[in-house]
């Protein structure tokens, strides 16, 4: 039950929205830092 309830209070919570200019950045320090970029993944977050 406290899954559940858990569950569906995480639902009400708004999923972030990334303009261009941050998913931009994002890939850039990826890529700096050696990091496996799935920015393109993310978009749809």
């Not at 569906?8 to 050696?34: C, D, L, Q, V």
Request: aromatic residues 8%; glycine residues 2%.
């Amino acid at each position: 039950m406290l899954a559940e309830t858990f569950y569906e209070e995480m639902k009400r919570i708004p999923t972030p929205e990334y303009t261009e200019e941050e998913i931009a950045f994002a890939e850039k320090i990826s890529e700096e830092a050696g990091i496996e970029n799935q920015a393109e993944r993310c978009r749809d977050v």
